[in-house]
């Protein structure tokens, strides 16, 4: 079962890798720390596979929308960031 687990862990970590943007890479990696606590916690509580499987579920999901909403504004595609030049003027213009 460990071995199972195991496995599953690596794979979704190569796929969290292959992530295009900040947002994508930072839900993919959410989601793999989610999946980890999540079976850590299931199998604390139930102390059967059912549990440890529904807990590392619910942990991915979890940890997948805590790492997209903790993305910064200027790492979402397309949005503008506010900038001051040396004059003191606010201007706005794509997040670099």
């Known amino acids: 079962m460990v071995r199972k ?3 599953a862990l690596m794979a979704t ?3 969290a890798g292959c992530a295009s943007s900040e947002q994508d890479r930072r839900a993919g990696t959410g989601a793999l720390v989610g999946a980890a606590g999540g079976a850590l ?3 604390a509580v139930g102390r059967n596979t059912k549990s440890t499987i529904v ?5 991915a999901l979890a940890g997948a929308a805590i790492g997209t909403a903790t993305t910064p504004a200027g790492s979402r595609n397309g949005e503008l960031c506010r900038y001051q030049d040396s004059q003191g003027r606010i201007y706005t213009a794509p997040c670099q």
């Open 5 to 7: 687990i195991g496995i």
């Open 13 to 15: 970590a190569l796929v």
């Open 55 to 59: 807990g590392a579920g619910a942990g």
């Open 41 to 43: 916690v299931g199998q």
